[in-house]
């Protein structure tokens, strides 16, 4: 069965916009674990404008399941990731301008600060997966680099809005993740699915595992949480 981690990004977003104490992401996490999630992913910007040292702290004493933590390559960054220990760091780039994520991280381009961050995390005991683009030469260097897994953007094929565009970008989905398995690599996808445009994704051999954000969110403001998760997951579900 494909994992489920829930973004909770966004529940911050909204506590942010006053600088208050509510919503909490970290009782919005302790609703997706009880409507199914399999794990719950957070993103530590260095701007830091959403998610908290805080947060990553106290989800990481919560979360029994699956704690995957987003984040730069950058030496603070790491630090925090190192002292605090989420099963999961998934390397991703950032931009201090960009509104999200903004495409995959450019491995070869990066690939010095990437293979200290990927050596540092993996010392720690904590397992290394990288953001990036459906691209061949990106995935293999990550595995060069030593990632265990790799999260394949999927922001072109959602964002597509003819049928023949999605059928296109959905085959070269299925290309990279034939040659992320051919590489040993653990698969994961995610970014801008929804309800709607998740099934085809679940289809693709050898998906573990799918982090889905922000269509979850705004689901749960109008239904709740429980109820957006187990939406979710129903539709992964369905998908086989």
Do not use: W
């Not at 990553?56 to 790491?78: D, F, S, Y």
């Not at 030469?137 to 990550?142: G, V, Y």
């Amino acid at each position: 069965m494909i994992r489920l981690g829930v973004n909770i990004d966004h529940v911050a977003t909204v506590r942010q916009a006053r600088r208050a104490l509510e919503p909490d992401p970290v009782a919005a996490a302790v609703l997706a674990l009880l409507a199914g999630a399999d794990g719950i992913t957070v993103h530590l910007r260095e701007d830091r404008r959403h998610i908290q040292d805080r947060d990553v702290r106290v989800l990481r004493q919560m979360v029994t399941e699956r704690l995957n933590l987003e984040m730069a390559a950058v030496e603070p960054i790491v630090a925090v990731a190192c002292e605090v220990k989420p099963d999961e760091a998934t390397l991703v780039p950032e931009r201090r301008e960009e509104v999200t994520t903004e495409g995959g991280l450019d491995v070869v381009a990066h690939q010095d600060a990437v293979g200290r961050a990927i050596e540092r995390l993996t010392a720690a005991g904590i397992e290394v997966s990288l953001f990036i683009d459906p691209d061949l030469l990106q995935i293999e260097k990550a595995k060069l680099l030593g990632a265990r897994a790799v999260e394949i953007q999927t922001a072109r094929y959602s964002e597509a809005r003819r049928p023949a565009d999605r059928k296109r970008e959905l085959a070269v989905l299925e290309n990279a993740a034939a040659f992320v398995r051919d590489q040993g690599l653990h698969l994961h996808m995610g970014h801008g699915l929804t309800y709607t445009n998740v099934q085809p994704i679940c289809r693709i051999a050898g998906l573990e595992e799918l982090n889905i954000g922000h269509s979850i969110v705004s689901r749960a403001v109008l239904v709740g949480m429980e109820r957006a998760v187990r939406e979710m997951k129903d539709a992964i579900r369905q998908s086989v």
